[in-house]
C-alpha cells in the first residue's frame, strides 16, 4: 500500500516496529486495532515507501479472536527482527511465535498455560550479541532465556525483585504472609524467602482473619471475593460474592456497578467477620464474606472509567466510621456504617487535589482524624500536594505533604503506637518518616 499503511475507518491502537539488522530497507509493524486485537502484521522491504500485509499470527490456546495481541495491543505487543536473517521474525502478544519465511507463515513457540512454558503477556525480545540463537524474553512473568533461537525457554528471574504486590496480609502470631499479585497470582509463604503461588492470574488485596487466621480472603480482577478456610491452601479457595452483581449487571435500583480492576477489600479491624469491597459503591459483609449487602449509592460522578472506588478505610476503634475515595478524586464518609443499607454518606472532598484517590488512612486513635492520598503531579491544574489530612472528619482538609517530592504516593501507614509517625509509599520508593 503506497504511503503507509492500509486505511481504516477507526485509529490504529499500538503499532510496534522492528528493522532487520542485516538489510535495514527491511521493516515489520504489528498493528493493533481500535480494540487492540491484532489488525495486522505489515511488511516494508524498501524502506517504508510501501507496505503490505503479511498473515496475521493466530492464537487458537486463548480463545480471544484468535488475536496473538488478545484485545491487549496497548500493553504486549512486540516484534523483532533476527540480526542476520530478514526473514526470521519473532512477535509476541499473549504468547511468542516465530516466523522463518518473512511473514508468510507462524508458529506459536510458547504457551501461558502449558509446554514449552513462557509467562503471558510479552514486552521485550532481545538477542545475544555474537550469539543470536541466544535470546531473552520479557514479560509479566520476569526474563526468560533461550538459547536455541525460541525451541525451549528457562525464566532467569532469581534474585529480581520484581513482582509487583497489590496489598497483603500477615498472620496474627506466625511468619506466615499473603500478597495478591499483579499478573503472578495470590502469593503465601510459611517459610520465607520461599513464596509459593496459592491462586493463579492476577492476585488482589488479601485479608487474614487474626481471630481464626485459617480464614483467608483474597480476590481476582474485577471484583471476584475468594475465601480459603486451610489457611490459603492450593484449590481450598472458594468464591463468596453472594449480593454482589457481576460487573456490568442490573441491580434492583436500575443502577448497574462498576468497579477498578483491582477492586479495594479491606477488614475491619474491631471486627474479623465484617469486610468491605467496593465497585462504585461500598458492599459489606458482616459473616466472613457469607453474603454481602450495598450499604451506599453510586459515591462516584458516574464516569465509566474514574466513576469507581479506588480505597476503603475502617476508623481501626469505631467500626460505624468508614471513609472511601474514588478514582474521580472524591472522599466520602459514613459514621454509621453498623445501620448497612440504612447508612448515611457525606462527601468530604471540598478542598482536595483533582487528582485519583490512591488510598484512605485513619488515625489509629481517633475516627476524625484521617488522611488521604493522591496521584498524579502539582502543577497541572492545581498547586496542592498528595497527602492532606483532616482533624474533623473531612469537614476541612490541611496539605501536610511538606518537602515530599512531586511524584504520585500510592500508600500511607500511621504507626499505632505513635499515631503521628507516618510512612509513605511513592512511585520512587518510601519516603522517610514524617511526624504530623
Keep these: 500500500m503506497a504511503g503507509g499503511f492500509p486505511a481504516t475507518s477507526t485509529k490504529y491502537g499500538r503499532i510496534s516496529l522492528a528493522i532487520a539488522p542485516s538489510n535495514p530497507l527491511v521493516l515489520y509493524a504489528c498493528l493493533a486495532d481500535s480494540n487492540y486485537y491484532t489488525h495486522s502484521i505489515q511488511k516494508t522491504t524498501d524502506g517504508g515507501t510501501t507496505w503490505s500485509a503479511v498473515t496475521k499470527p493466530i492464537d487458537n490456546s486463548i480463545g480471544v479472536n484468535n488475536s496473538h495481541l488478545g484485545g491487549q495491543g496497548w500493553y504486549n505487543n512486540v516484534i523483532v527482527v533476527h540480526p ?19 511473514g508468510m507463515n507462524w508458529s506459536r513457540i510458547s504457551d501461558g498455560y502449558g509446554t514449552p512454558f513462557v509467562h503471558v503477556d510479552q514486552h521485550a525480545i532481545a538477542f545475544s550479541p555474537g550469539n ?9 512473568g520476569g526474563m526468560y532465556r533461550s538459547t536455541d ?15 509487583q504486590l497489590y496489598s497483603g496480609a500477615v498472620h496474627p502470631t506466625s511468619e506466615i504472609y499473603y500478597g495478591g499479585s499483579q499478573d503472578n497470582g495470590t502469593l503465601r509463604t510459611l517459610a520465607a524467602p520461599s513464596w509459593q503461588m496459592v491462586i493463579g492470574g492476577d492476585g488482589g488485596a488479601t485479608a487474614v482473619d487474626y481471630s481464626t487466621p485459617t480464614t483467608v480472603y483474597t480476590e481476582y480482577v474485577y471484583l471476584s471475593s475468594l475465601k480459603s478456610v486451610s489457611s490459603g491452601n492450593p484449590s481450598t479457595w472458594v468464591k463468596s460474592m453472594t449480593g454482589i452483581p457481576t460487573t456490568g449487571s442490573t441491580l434492583s435500583d436500575g443502577t448497574s456497578d462498576r468497579c477498578e480492576f483491582i477492586a479495594p477489600l479491606v477488614m475491619d479491624p474491631s471486627n474479623p467477620h465484617t469486610l468491605y469491597f467496593g465497585t462504585n459503591r461500598v458492599y459489606q459483609s458482616t459473616n466472613g464474606a457469607a453474603s454481602w449487602t450495598a450499604i451506599s449509592p453510586d459515591l462516584t460522578g458516574g464516569d465509566n472509567f474514574f466513576g469507581v472506588l479506588s480505597t476503603i478505610a475502617v476508623a481501626p476503634h469505631n467500626s460505624n466510621t468508614v471513609y472511601v475515595g474514588t478514582m474521580d478524586n472524591r472522599v466520602q464518609v459514613t459514621t454509621n456504617a453498623g445501620a448497612g443499607a440504612l447508612a448515611t454518606w457525606t462527601n468530604v472532598s471540598a478542598g482536595l487535589p483533582p487528582r485519583v484517590v490512591t488510598h484512605l488512612a485513619v488515625s489509629p486513635t481517633t475516627s476524625t482524624t484521617a488522611y488521604a492520598t493522591f496521584s498524579g503531579f502539582t502543577g497541572f491544574g ?15 482538609w490541611a496539605d501536610i505533604s511538606g518537602n515530599l517530592s512531586n511524584t504520585p504516593v500510592n500508600f500511607l501507614v500511621s504507626i499505632p503506637g505513635a499515631p503521628n509517625t507516618l510512612f509513605v509509599g511513592t512511585d520512587v520508593g518510601v519516603d522517610p518518616v514524617a511526624r504530623q
Design 84 to 102: 542476520a536473517d530478514a526473514n526470521k521474525v519473532y512477535t509476541g502478544g499473549i504468547n511468542l511465535f516465530r516466523s522463518t519465511d518473512g
Design 132 to 140: 543470536p540463537s541466544t535470546m531473552y524474553f520479557g514479560n509479566d
Design 149 to 163: 533461537g525460541g525451541t525451549s525457554f528457562s525464566a532467569i528471574n532469581k534474585n529480581l525483585s520484581i513482582t
Design 382 to 396: 492545581d498547586t496542592l500536594g498528595h497527602v492532606l489530612k483532616t482533624t474533623n472528619g473531612g469537614s476541612a
